[in-house]
């Protein structure tokens, strides 16, 4: 079964840490996606990455920043942790292209919280 | 910039009813994809049904279907016979057909359906 893998389920760090989360898919896909998701507001696009070491600014990409040096690995970094950003991280990969069959796959999210 | 408008932050319905969740958007592109996804408690994104903008035709995947209405720019999902497992949080979502967006999703706000025995 093919797969979005995110590191953690949930995770505790303090104000001011360096902070990553891991995203490994499986399926050998070119473009990858980090959302953060909060209550009232959905889904918003932070960054996201069209192949190996390339990126783009999403729609609210203050106070992170991303890696992709590997074709299956996507990380998110917040480089000094604020307890604003506490909340629902969730990574997507999909095929190159924009067919409207070439679907999404999501990871299972990882719950931060900032303390 | 397009944008998603989800109004009915919480809906409720008795099992074997229907239901109907609402979905509005804004854009200024005449080619677009749309999508219902549904998220469980597991968290797992799932995807329920979608529809392409230049298709009439209104799109349905088994008790799921959608009233797709351009012009007005409404895309809402109707639950049929609805069941138990069908409690999540629902979320609408658009992509530009176009390109050069990469097949970015742009979210509404989410609607939370409860399911009631």
């Known amino acids: 079964d093919v797969k979005v893998t995110q590191s953690s389920r949930y995770l505790v760090k303090r104000t001011g840490e360096k902070v990553f989360l891991e995203c490994v898919q499986d399926?050998?896909?070119?473009?990858m996606f980090w959302y953060r998701q909060d209550p009232g507001l959905g889904l918003r696009l932070i960054y996201f990455s069209y192949d190996v070491k390339m990126k783009e600014k999403g729609d609210i990409p203050e106070g992170y920043s991303v890696s992709r040096e590997k074709k299956e690995r996507f990380s998110l970094i917040l480089e000094s942790a604020s307890t604003n950003q506490t909340s629902m991280y969730l990574c997507a990969s999909k095929r190159a292209g924009n067919s409207f069959y070439y679907g999404y796959t999501f990871g299972s999210g990882t719950r931060l919280t900032v303390v | 910039a397009q944008t998603v408008t989800q109004s009915q932050p919480e809906m409720s319905v008795q099992e074997a009813e229907t239901v109907t969740l609402s979905c509005t958007y804004d854009?200024?592109?005449?080619?677009?994809?749309l999508f219902w996804y549904k998220q469980p408690p597991s968290r797992q994104m799932i995807l329920v049904i979608r529809q392409e903008a230049y298709k009439q035709q209104n799109a349905t995947e088994n008790r799921f279907s959608v009233n797709f209405q351009k012009a007005a720019k409404s895309f809402s999902l109707k639950i049929s016979d609805s069941q138990l497992g069908d409690a999540a949080m629902y979320f609408c979502?658009?992509?530009?057909?176009?390109?050069?967006?990469?097949?970015?999703?742009?979210f509404g706000q989410g609607t939370i359906l409860t399911v009631h025995p």
């Open positions: 854009t200024s592109e005449s080619d677009y994809y």
């Open positions: 399926m050998d896909h070119e473009n």
């Open positions: 979502a658009y992509r530009s057909a176009g390109g050069t967006s990469y097949g970015k999703l742009t």
